[in-house]
């Protein structure tokens, strides 16, 4: 039997789209995305009432960018992070981006991880069953990441969380949808726009 | 096909196959998702209580049929519903009278009402009535005596039972004939058009008490205002303005009138109402309750217009009428044309309306009788196919499962897809004034009879104090005819709901309440509901959802109790199964007396539908309550059966209809 949120058809597409400081725009990635199994996790704690009290803490509030996808034995919904998330500093000090380090559920335990957040006014319902959610990596962000053993890394991954479905009274982010893409070496000439729109 | 649906009997499996996710599921998640924050921040308490996230989640399960089955069965409404003579007055029945001077015409140019727009002259026809004097109370009567006026009946016929008098009328005939007479230097008696209905009853006797009529003289009647009755005309002079129901001026001499033949209620009670059909035509009607005494008879009296002393003041003029019709219940159904219908006992006692009982003792909660197609004393339905499983449904039903919608103009939005839960509350009592169609209906149902308000504000603006009597008033309850619409019995604190496979509905067998041992077909009982106990499931068949189980804490989604409702449980334990299973125990009675009307063929899950909720002028929290439900509902998931949930067989030694046995119904998600 195929599991509730496949036999329910939730799916997802992701545009990457490059945006340059004079208006110009490129499509770089248009693509389908993965919903992962932290999906069916925390709809799990909501429909049995075992979860947090409040919606809210079950919405898609941030997301993660990363470096080091896609990840060893590849994309498939039993991601429960990304493979290389960026850092607090990674994410950069000049940024409109407000990035927040959280312990994101991962596999039963849990890991201090960042994350950012999505503006309520940039997740738009745009049909009965439809939600848009546009990241916006702005000219600041994520910008001449370097990790050890490289001098220049790229952002090739990202993925989206739910808030805090256990209802722990400091968040606990779960990833719910994922995706792997080219690298993209992230610079101050123009920002990634992100348009990512899950269809329930 | 999603998730899964198991039931069980005992701890033996039936059936096991996946439901259907509908769209409605994914819309949900999209509420969820998109819920704005800000609501957070607002200190109102039933604002920021749309963020609870129970809100969001399965909270009600419901079960229904193919939509053919719900004007089948034990639905089933009798075919000769009007049990007058002839649907169009003539002065060649003798069940009719035209007096003081009325003066009578046929108009088949007149146009009917729109919905009678194709009917025959020849099947029916408008009639014009004229008072263009002021010698007296011109008027036309209908009567139906016991072995007269046509009628095959004895004393026993229709005892007991709401009967229900109603014309088609439209004011007036010539504009130019509406002459208000001034009462005084400030006031105008303006035209009115009366309708009397009167049951009498076996023994009656006219000389108790002085005045007023008489023991046993129901003298019920229905006063149409065709515009105010005070200084400022209100209403356009050929509309309703304002009703008033006469059985107040009964209420006011006393009981004597309803005590003495052996009343099932007390004092005499009355619907009645008159409310617009549309091209300037109404329907007034006016209804009672038959004594268990038996009846000697039943008088309807129009008086086109005016009545010369209560209160004073001679109006000439005229009105046209259409549309005859005497039929059981409370309430007036679509018309059923008669030319020369002579009626009979089994006529006036109806099938499911009809009940039996001594003076004195406990009314009888009402029989359900249906005859088993295949003469045997399980009962099998009479069922067509539903509408296919689809992803976009709505409702457990697609099909259109208005039966009183199709069936009655003044009772309408009863079209809900799946069984409704009507009968243990078709007494419940109305609105602030009491007087339902209207607002009782509206506690009944989320949705009503078709100009609920304007009633109200009808009987309101003629009687501002007519609360005081809406104790003794009919009009605040479904009554009755809440047996068509089914199809839960009554919990077993109340009594249950008895039940009857009959061989025939149309001789004494049919209604002897005991298995008589002759007839191989005839079986009685009473089922009891576990919901209706529980008071779980609300008058639109809703099953509230409760949390039985530990989700988080028990092991093998284990339930503490299933028998009040829709259970949750499972879920998120310590090895994350990511299954969340609902459970919900189908009493015995539940699934016998709802196969009486067509069994179960289809179920769904439902949430709550915010938006709508809202939209309805309700806040959280959505407090459930069976009969004034707050909630609205968006399906979830739908589960459609190819075998009916209550079919039985006799096992060789008990009758099937005795063998029920309850059902689990296991519902699980399995979101990983």
Not at chain 2, 71 to 94: C, V
Not at chain 2, 203 to 219: K, T, V
Request: with cysteine; glycine share 10%.
């Amino acid at each position: 039997m195929k599991n509730f949120t496949e036999e329910l058809g939730i799916n997802g597409h992701l545009t990457i789209i490059k945006q340059y400081t004079d208006g110009q725009e490129e499509v770089v990635f248009d693509d389908h995305n993965i919903i992962v199994s932290g999906m069916g996790v925390g709809l799990t704690y909501m429909f049995t009432g075992s979860g947090s009290n409040s919606v809210l803490d079950y919405q898609i509030d941030r997301f993660q960018v990363g470096v080091s996808g896609p990840p060893t034995g590849g994309a498939t919904s039993a991601i429960y992070q990304l493979s290389g998330a960026c850092t607090l500093a990674e994410y950069g000090a000049g940024s409109n981006l407000f990035i927040a380090v959280k312990d994101q559920i991962t596999n039963n335990t849990y890991t201090s991880l960042a994350a950012a957040q999505i503006p309520a006014n940039k997740r738009t319902r745009i049909g009965d069953s439809s939600v848009r959610y546009t990241l916006v990596v702005d000219e600041e962000a994520c910008n001449n990441i370097s990790r050890p053993g490289t001098t220049e890394s790229s952002i090739n991954e990202v993925g989206l969380l739910m808030k805090n479905p256990t209802g722990n009274a400091a968040d606990r982010p779960l990833l719910v949808a994922y995706r792997t893409f080219s690298n993209i070496v992230k610079t101050s000439d123009f920002s990634l726009i992100f348009r990512w729109t899950l269809n329930f | 096909m999603r998730g899964e649906v198991e039931i069980w009997d005992g701890d033996k499996l039936l059936h096991k196959e996946s439901n259907l996710l509908v769209d409605g599921a994914g819309e949900l998640l999209a509420d969820i998702m998109t819920v704005s924050p800000s609501l957070s921040g607002i200190a109102d308490h039933a604002t920021s209580s749309i963020l609870d996230s129970s809100n969001y989640t399965i909270q009600a399960i419901s079960f229904g049929k193919d939509a053919s089955a719900y004007t089948l069965n034990a639905h089933a409404i009798p075919e000769k519903r009007n049990l007058w003579y002839n649907s169009t007055p003539s002065a060649e029945d003798s069940q009719v009278i035209f007096g003081s001077d009325i003066i009578v015409s046929s108009r088949p140019n007149i146009a009917p009402p729109p919905q009678y727009l194709h009917i025959p002259s020849s099947i029916a026809h408008v009639v014009s009535l004229e008072d263009k004097t002021s010698s007296g109370n011109s008027y036309l009567a209908m009567r139906a005596y016991n072995n007269v006026n046509y009628s095959d009946t004895t004393v026993s016929a229709g005892q007991d039972n709401w009967i229900c008098a109603s014309y088609y009328i439209k004011f007036p005939v010539k504009v130019s004939s509406l002459v208000p007479t001034q009462d005084s230097l400030t006031t105008f008696h303006h035209p009115r058009s009366h309708f009397g209905f009167s049951i009498f009853s076996e023994g009656r006797d006219l000389s108790i008490p002085a005045g007023y009529g008489g023991l046993g003289y129901s003298r019920l009647g229905t006063v149409v205002h065709w515009n105010d009755v005070g200084t400022t005309p209100t209403a356009d002079g050929t509309s309703p303005s304002s009703f008033s129901l006469e059985y107040t001026t009964v209420a006011k001499v006393g009981t004597a009138r309803s005590e003495g033949s052996g009343y099932s209620i007390n004092n005499w009670q009355q619907n009645g109402g008159v409310y617009p059909v549309g091209n300037g035509w109404s329907r007034v009607y006016a209804a009672g309750l038959a004594p268990v005494s038996g009846v000697s008879g039943i008088y309807a009296t129009l008086n086109p217009i005016g009545y010369e002393t209560d209160p004073f003041g001679e109006t000439e003029g005229g009105i046209y009428i259409y549309g005859a019709q005497l039929e059981l219940g409370r309430w007036p159904s679509d018309m059923d044309f008669t030319n020369n219908r002579r009626t009979n006992n089994w006529d006036f006692s109806g099938s499911v309306l009809n009940r039996d009982h001594s003076p004195g003792t406990v009314t009888d909660n009402g029989t359900v009788r249906v005859v088993p197609p295949y003469g045997t004393s399980s009962y099998v339905p009479t069922n067509y196919l539903s509408n296919p499983p689809n992803p976009a449904s709505t409702r457990v039903e697609e099909g259109n499962t208005a039966l009183l919608d199709v069936f009655s103009d003044a009772l309408t939005n009863f079209d809900m897809g799946q069984n409704l839960n009507v009968i243990p509350y078709r007494k419940n009592p109305g609105g602030p004034y009491g007087v339902g169609p209207v607002d009782s209906s509206q506690r009944l149902l989320p949705h009503n009879v078709a100009d609920g308000q304007q009633q109200i504000d009808w009987v309101e603006a003629y009687s501002p104090g007519y609360s005081v009597l809406r104790d003794a008033s009919g009009m605040d309850s479904f009554g009755p005819q809440a047996y068509y619409l089914g199809c839960y019995p009554e919990g077993s604190s109340t009594g249950g709901s008895n039940f009857a496979l009959v061989s025939s509905l149309d001789n004494s067998a049919a209604y002897l309440h005991v298995a008589n041992g002759t007839d191989p077909n005839f079986v009685s009982g009473t089922y009891n509901s576990i919901v209706n106990e529980a008071s779980s499931m609300d008058v639109s068949g809703f099953v509230n959802m409760i949390m039985s189980g530990s989700p988080g804490t028990t092991t093998g989604y284990a339930m503490s109790s299933t028998s009040s409702g829709l259970c949750v449980s499972g879920g998120h334990d310590s090895t994350n199964s990511g299954t969340v299973e609902y459970s919900m125990l189908l009493g015995s009675g539940d699934v016998g007396y709802s196969n009486l009307y067509g069994g179960i063929y289809n179920m769904g899950l439902w949430t709550i539908d915010i938006g709508e909720t809202l939209r309805a002028g309700n806040t959280p929290p959505y407090s459930f309550g069976p009969l004034d439900n707050p909630r609205k509902y968006k399906l979830f998931s739908t589960k459609h059966l190819t075998k009916n949930l209550g079919y039985i067989k006799d096992n060789g030694i008990n009758p099937g209809s005795l063998n029920y046995s309850d059902l689990t119904i296991k519902w699980r998600l399995h979101f990983l």
